[in-house]
């Protein structure tokens, strides 16, 4: 059975930060892209943060770079988000998404995602 779990979210002041998790099971995890994807109140979901299977390359949103980092811990098959300087902006729920593209099938699977608020 494949489950993403998120955790880490919370209340957090503008200028502070939060690092979340993604444990992946039941399935191979260093064969599928990691990426984070977040999802405002209103808004469309974007994506955030991405790391390529087994964790050879990343990619960020623009409105992140510099201040978000994402990692990934094979042995442990989590992905992390780092996120610091939060703005009020950076308020969304976080998801964590696995997928693996192939032919005829691709595999992409979702976690219930976690909230972050970032307020004074």
């Known amino acids: 059975q494949v489950q993403l779990v998120e955790s880490g979210g919370g209340l957090v002041q503008p200028g502070g930060s939060l690092r979340l998790s993604c444990v992946a099971s039941g399935f191979t995890f260093t064969s599928y892209a990691m990426t984070w994807y977040r999802q405002a109140p209103g808004k469309e979901r974007e994506l955030v943060a991405v790391s390529t299977s087994a964790g050879g390359s990343t990619n960020y949103a623009d409105s992140v770079k510099g201040r978000f980092t994402i990692s990934r811990d094979n042995a442990k098959n989590t992905m992390y988000l780092q996120m610091d300087s939060l703005k009020p902006e950076d308020t969304a729920v976080y998801y964590c998404?696995?997928?693996?593209?192939?032919?005829?099938?691709?595999?992409?699977?979702w976690g219930q995602g976690t909230q972050v608020t970032v307020s004074s």
């Open positions: 998404n696995a997928l693996k593209k192939g032919w005829p099938q691709s595999w992409d699977y």
